[in-house]
Each structure stands twice: as structure tokens, then as C-alpha cells.
């Protein structure tokens, strides 16, 4: 029965055809010397440079706050069947969207942006990149896999996108800002709905516990890639042992105590300050909904 739900919410080979068909065209389409002027002109800066707490940023936080609570209230108000039938589509559909997106931006920085030679700063390896990779394979992953991979999204990537939406680098070119805050918005609304869809808030151990697991693979994984990289001058997950953090505090500790404090600092505050509070959140709008349920029992 499981299967069959799944071949229908999941049509992978056509995605995947659609993906990668765009892909290639819009290869070819920035080979062609004449379109490279089409590119040129995307990449041009804005007219009045984006400032934070501006114009831009505020209609873009407030329209991000608005999907977030829509989707949350689609994943509160669906049925436990409908949800779990609904799951593996909606990540899988994200990560479309999200190797969409990169694939727009790596090819905007290679043939606009860049004046030559492939440009490592945008290495598709930040903290906020990993949604790029998960979405599309966890849900083909073995049950617990998948589920750790949920969880991470749910109490660590809404986290990520949050403080990039609430506090953004807003970039001079229209496109390349708009592409941060629509990744970022995309972040932070799948992560409430598998938030409330996954039932997180039941059980801190496990549920904390898993998705802390892929965050520190994930941070071995940067580091370690920040080794073999080095003279890339890569700095992935803002945390390369051979730059200095531009984040607050960890990039005092890094000054004064080194890197590996730094690395320490940073990962308990994303595991503590960020992925703690997501989680009791989580158990709060378990209750509420556990309450509700109740009601209409009773009823």
C-alpha cells in the first residue's frame, strides 16, 4: 500500500527528466556568445543599493512570515494519513526547487558575475546549501535516515534560514538578492511544515539527537573539505580553519583561543541556541494539536 502511495506522490523520473533537461539548456543557452549579454543584463546591479531593514527586505520578511504560517497551518490542519502521504513529495519538490535555484546561480556567477575562472566563494557547501542535497535524496533514503534528515531541516535549517532572512548580506545585484531571500524563505517554510508534519516534540532525545548527528556529519564534512580545498581559499560553512569567522563572538574566540574553540563554540550554540528552542517549539504545537484532536473526539 505504502508503495503505491508513493509512486503516485513521487514522480521521480519526471522531475528528474524536467531538472535536468533545464539544466542542460541553460548550459548551452550561456555557451552562445550571444546570450552572454542577456546574462550581463540579469546580473546588473539595482538602481538604489538593498539595505538592510529597508523597503526590499521588509516586504520580503514579512511575505517570508506569511508562507511560514501558511504552511504551518496546511501541516496543522492535514490529517495524519494526509500528511504522511504528502511528506516525500513536498521535500522532494523543495529540492527541485533548490537545485533550480542553484543551477541559476552558479551559471549568473560564471558568466556574468566572475571575470574569469570558476569562482570558489560560491562553493555550493554552506550551512544553508545543504537543503540542496537533502531534500532530493532523503526521501529515498531507509526510514530512519529520511527521518533524521526531516528533523535536521525542521529544528536546524529553519534556524539557518531564519537568521539570513531576519539579518540578510543583501548582494547589489537584484537577482542574486532576491535568489538569497527566496533559498532562505524556502528554508524556513519547509522547515515548518516538517515541524509540525514530522510530530517533533515528542521525544527530545531522539529527535534532537538525529538531527544533531546529520549537523555534525555535515560540519565534518565542510571541514574536511576546507582541508583538501585550502588553496581554493574556500570557506565553507563560514568556519574554514584558515579564515577568521566573520560570525559574532565565535570570531573573538577564534582570535583569542583558536580555531578549534571556535569550531566549539559554534556548534554548541547551533545545537543549544538554535535547535533547542525549534524543538520545545515543536512540542508546543504538538500539545496544542494533540489538544484539539481531543476535542473533536469528544465531540
Given amino acids: 500500500?505504502?508503495?503505491?502511495?508513493?509512486?503516485?506522490?513521487?514522480?521521480?523520473?519526471?522531475?528528474?527528466?524536467?531538472?535536468a533537461a533545464s539544466a542542460v539548456t541553460v548550459g548551452?543557452?550561456?555557451?552562445?556568445?550571444?546570450?552572454?549579454?542577456v546574462w550581463q543584463k540579469i546580473a546588473s546591479p539595482a538602481a538604489t543599493p538593498f539595505a538592510i531593514f529597508g523597503r526590499f527586505h521588509a516586504v520580503w520578511f514579512a511575505c517570508c512570515v506569511a508562507l511560514a504560517a501558511l504552511c504551518g497551518a496546511v501541516a496543522f490542519r492535514l490529517s495524519e494519513k494526509r500528511r504522511k502521504a504528502a511528506l516525500d513529495s513536498v521535500v522532494f519538490l523543495c529540492g527541485t526547487a533548490f537545485l533550480l535555484l542553484e543551477v541559476f546561480k552558479q551559471f549568473l556567477w560564471c558568466f556574468a558575475v566572475s571575470e574569469g575562472g570558476y569562482p570558489f566563494a560560491i562553493f555550493p557547501f554552506q550551512f544553508c546549501s545543504?537543503?540542496?542535497?537533502?531534500?532530493?535524496a532523503a526521501p529515498f533514503l531507509p526510514t530512519r535516515a529520511k527521518t533524521a534528515c526531516y528533523r535536521f531541516?525542521?529544528?536546524?535549517?529553519?534556524?539557518?534560514g531564519a537568521l539570513v532572512v531576519g539579518y540578510p548580506d543583501l548582494s547589489a545585484i537584484t537577482a542574486l538578492a532576491v535568489h538569497s531571500m527566496l533559498w532562505h524563505t524556502v528554508m524556513i517554510a519547509l522547515g515548518v511544515f516538517l515541524l509540525i508534519s514530522c510530530g517533533v516534540g515528542?521525544?527530545?532525545?531522539?529527535?534532537?539527537?538525529?538531527?544533531?548527528?546529520?549537523?555534525?556529519?555535515?560540519?565534518?564534512?565542510?571541514?574536511?573539505?576546507?582541508?583538501?580545498?585550502?588553496?581554493?581559499?574556500?570557506?565553507?560553512f563560514y568556519m574554514s580553519p584558515y579564515h577568521t569567522t566573520y560570525f559574532w563572538v565565535i570570531g573573538d574566540v577564534q582570535t583569542r583561543a583558536g580555531w578549534g574553540a571556535a569550531a566549539l563554540l559554534y556548534l554548541h550554540l547551533?545545537?543549544?541556541?538554535?535547535?533547542?528552542?525549534?524543538?520545545?517549539?515543536?512540542?508546543?504545537?504538538?500539545?496544542?494539536?494533540?489538544?484539539?484532536?481531543?476535542?473533536?473526539?469528544?465531540r
Wanted: net charge positive; glycine share 6%.
Fill in 1 to 19: 500500500m505504502m508503495d503505491a502511495v508513493r509512486k503516485k506522490t513521487l514522480p521521480r523520473g519526471i522531475v528528474l527528466a524536467v531538472v
Fill in 28 to 37: 548551452l543557452l550561456s555557451a552562445h556568445t550571444n546570450l552572454r549579454t
Fill in 130 to 136: 545543504l537543503p540542496l542535497y537533502l531534500c532530493p
Fill in 153 to 160: 531541516l525542521a529544528l536546524y535549517g529553519t534556524v539557518g
Fill in 202 to 236: 515528542a521525544d527530545f532525545r531522539a529527535e534532537w539527537g538525529s538531527a544533531t548527528v546529520v549537523f555534525l556529519l555535515s560540519f565534518a564534512a565542510a571541514t574536511l573539505l576546507n582541508l583538501v580545498l585550502r588553496k581554493t581559499g574556500v570557506n565553507l
Fill in 270 to 298: 547551533f545545537a543549544f541556541a538554535a535547535a533547542f528552542p525549534m524543538w520545545f517549539s515543536g512540542k508546543m504545537l504538538l500539545l496544542l494539536r494533540r489538544k484539539q484532536t481531543k476535542k473533536k473526539k469528544e
